[in-house]
């Protein structure tokens, strides 16, 4: 196939003066491209362009996408006279590009014999080969503003085509031609985007950072933080895969957050209700008040058991679920007649007002963990099985592309 002359860009007379081919495949291709956009989109073809150029030098350049010790890639040939005429079937226009088969008996582009007989080695190709040559064909594309093809259906899949359209492009210096491809791809898979990020957020940051996409990159480090320093074990990568200054960002806002679970876990705990007209602290020596008195101390008890077990194990990966419940007072603990069972059994009595004071108690204790139990995340954690605080609020300072366009200017 050879893609070239895009009708938006060039007049149809205009000739490409670079030819790439590949015999990676079956059918042998060969893309006739332009030295011009090529170089303005990648550094990488402005630099090989550089360096064959000369005096001498014949004005068209020559590529063949090769695998080689099991990496697929650009390799430059030399060129000698005239540039080929190639011969083609009848076109097709497909997306504002001029698409040609190549005939078979055309003159190919002379190149060294290691090249040669690196293409003929080729031909035991394998299926990554034959994957990778699938992207490289797409980023081709997209320097002539071809959409790449990432699937809008599956979002696993959709993830594998970026990570490897994103690398091809990362080493040709072209991201800036797929970002807004892909992040309106990502867009089209709304919640599912979100739930897979769950699944695995050190993977997906790792795409976010160099596709320059806020959205991903906010809700995997919010994932990341609340669970900091544990590592949700169905996470599939580790957390040394992340850079080193991803890591670091992590821990310090990991701790930012547990200064203030540490502060509000002792206002919880200091947790009464004022009594009478003057709003005085309660006197377990007024019968009048002994009632409430009791409930204040069951109510502060059954907290500290639940902060204690999770402060002593660690378990940093379930108390989002403690703080989230108390912000909307549906802790199982808490209901009135399990409260009831334990005040019961320290003082007969009707306990007329438990259900009362246990409400202002509650009421209470959502109004101080209202920050602690925020939710930054795209997904409702408690429904989807997030146990961890999702409250790590993500700032433009935590962006690196945002803080260094911030630092320049």
Same mark, same amino acid.
Request: proline share 6%; hydrophobic share 40%.
């Given at each position: 196939?050879?893609?070239?002359?895009?009708?938006?860009?060039?007049?149809?007379?205009?000739?490409? +003066?670079?030819?790439?081919?590949?015999? *990676?495949?079956?059918?042998? @291709?060969?893309? =006739?491209?332009?030295?011009?956009?090529?170089?303005?989109?990648?550094? %990488?073809?402005?630099?090989?362009?550089?360096?064959?150029?000369?005096? +001498?030098?014949?004005? %068209?350049?020559?590529?063949?996408?090769?695998?080689? +010790?099991?990496?697929?890639?650009?390799?430059?040939?030399?060129?000698? &006279?005239?540039?080929?005429?190639?011969?083609?079937? =009848?076109?097709?226009?497909?997306?504002?590009?001029?698409?040609?088969?190549?005939?078979?008996?055309?003159?190919?582009?002379?190149?060294? !014999?290691? #090249?040669?007989?690196?293409?003929?080695? !080729?031909?035991?190709?394998?299926?990554?080969?034959?994957?990778?040559?699938?992207?490289?064909?797409?980023?081709?594309?997209?320097?002539? #503003?071809?959409?790449?093809?990432?699937?809008? #259906?599956?979002? &696993?899949?959709?993830?594998?085509? #970026?990570?490897?359209?994103?690398?091809?492009?990362?080493?040709?210096?072209?991201?800036?031609?797929?970002?807004?491809?892909?992040?309106?791809?990502?867009?089209?898979?709304?919640?599912?985007?979100? $739930?897979?990020?769950?699944?695995?957020? !050190?993977?997906?940051? =790792?795409?976010?950072?160099?596709?320059?996409?806020?959205? *991903?990159?906010?809700?995997?480090?919010?994932?990341?933080? &609340?669970?900091?320093?544990?590592?949700?074990?169905? %996470?599939?990568?580790?957390?040394?895969?992340?850079?080193?200054?991803?890591?670091?960002?992590?821990?310090?806002?990991?701790?930012?957050?547990?200064?203030?679970?540490?502060?509000?876990?002792?206002?919880?705990?200091?947790?009464?209700?004022?009594?009478?007209?003057?709003?005085?602290?309660?006197?377990?020596?007024?019968?009048?008040?002994?009632?409430?008195?009791?409930?204040?101390?069951?109510?502060? +008890?059954?907290?500290?058991?639940? *902060?204690? @077990? $999770?402060?002593?194990?660690?378990?940093?990966?379930?108390?989002?679920?403690?703080?989230?419940?108390?912000?909307?007072?549906?802790?199982?603990?808490?209901?009135?007649?399990?409260?009831?069972?334990?005040?019961?059994?320290?003082?007969?009595?009707?306990?007329?007002?438990?259900?009362?004071?246990?409400?202002?108690? @509650?009421?209470?204790?959502?109004?101080?963990?209202?920050?602690?139990?925020?939710?930054?995340?795209?997904?409702?954690?408690?429904?989807?099985?997030?146990?961890?605080?999702?409250?790590?609020?993500?700032?433009?300072?935590?962006?690196? %592309?945002?803080?260094?366009?911030?630092?320049?200017?």
């Amino acid at each position: 196939m050879i893609p070239f002359q895009p009708a938006d860009a060039f007049p149809v007379f205009v000739k490409g +003066d670079v030819i790439i081919r590949t015999e *990676i495949e079956t059918s042998p @291709k060969t893309f =006739q491209l332009h030295s011009a956009v090529l170089s303005r989109h990648s550094p %990488w073809f402005a630099n090989a362009f550089a360096v064959s150029a000369s005096k +001498d030098h014949p004005k %068209w350049y020559s590529f063949t996408i090769e695998e080689v +010790d099991g990496k697929v890639g650009f390799v430059p040939q030399r060129t000698e &006279g005239s540039m080929p005429c190639i011969c083609h079937a =009848q076109p097709q226009v497909i997306d504002g590009m001029i698409i040609k088969t190549e005939d078979t008996s055309d003159e190919v582009p002379t190149a060294s !014999a290691k #090249s040669t007989a690196m293409v003929l080695a !080729a031909s035991k190709r394998t299926p990554n080969a034959t994957a990778a040559l699938r992207y490289y064909t797409q980023i081709i594309g997209t320097f002539y #503003s071809i959409p790449p093809e990432v699937s809008s #259906s599956n979002i &696993g899949m959709a993830l594998v085509q #970026s990570e490897s359209l994103t690398k091809i492009a990362t080493e040709l210096g072209s991201l800036h031609l797929l970002r807004s491809y892909l992040g309106n791809i990502f867009s089209q898979h709304r919640r599912a985007l979100f $739930l897979a990020i769950k699944s695995d957020p !050190a993977r997906w940051i =790792q795409l976010a950072i160099p596709l320059q996409n806020q959205s *991903i990159y906010t809700e995997c480090l919010v994932h990341l933080i &609340g669970a900091h320093p544990r590592w949700n074990n169905t %996470w599939a990568t580790k957390r040394t895969a992340l850079p080193e200054d991803i890591r670091n960002l992590i821990k310090r806002k990991s701790e930012e957050v547990d200064r203030i679970r540490t502060e509000l876990e002792r206002d919880l705990l200091l947790t009464s209700l004022p009594y009478g007209r003057n709003n005085l602290p309660l006197d377990p020596t007024d019968r009048g008040q002994t009632e409430t008195w009791i409930t204040v101390q069951v109510f502060r +008890d059954l907290l500290a058991q639940r *902060i204690y @077990k $999770l402060n002593s194990t660690h378990a940093t990966l379930s108390r989002g679920t403690l703080f989230r419940g108390l912000l909307t007072g549906t802790l199982p603990f808490l209901e009135t007649e399990n409260v009831r069972k334990i005040c019961q059994g320290t003082m007969p009595s009707h306990w007329n007002e438990l259900h009362e004071d246990l409400e202002l108690l @509650k009421g209470h204790a959502g109004k101080l963990v209202a920050e602690l139990a925020a939710n930054e995340l795209m997904i409702d954690p408690d429904a989807n099985g997030v146990g961890y605080l999702t409250c790590a609020k993500v700032k433009d300072e935590d962006v690196p %592309w945002l803080a260094t366009s911030q630092s320049s200017s």
